[in-house]
């Protein structure tokens, strides 16, 4: 999913001025897509005890974790398009 959005995002034009009202409508999607990615993500890492430190599953831990780190730098990007004007900055827990 990923991988996905950052297609996206490197597929729309490189404007330096806000971009159409569809342009900002995908960007509002891929905001959503992604925060709910990080959602899932951050479950996941409860489901395996990867927050309490003592993790058996260590490896599926750091896997989750290094996914996780994409999405946040994703989302950052995404957020901090000029494109987006009404970027809706959110708390990372949200």
């Known amino acids: 999913m990923?991988?996905?959005?950052e297609a996206q995002l490197a597929a729309l034009p490189k404007t330096g001025k806000a971009g159409s009202t569809s342009q900002i409508?995908?960007?509002?999607?891929?905001?959503?897509r992604q925060q709910e990615q990080i959602r899932k993500a951050r479950a996941q890492l409860q489901q395996n005890s990867c927050t309490i430190g003592l993790s058996v599953?260590?490896?599926v831990c750091g896997q989750v974790r290094g996914a996780l780190a994409r999405m946040?730098?994703?989302l950052a990007d995404l957020q901090a398009s000029p494109r987006e004007p009404r970027r809706r900055r959110q708390p990372?827990?949200?």
């Open 2 to 5: 990923c991988r996905q959005l």
């Open 25 to 32: 409508r995908k960007y509002d999607a891929a905001i959503a």
């Open 57 to 59: 599953v260590s490896g």
């Open 72 to 74: 946040e730098k994703n």
């Open 92 to 94: 990372a827990g949200a």
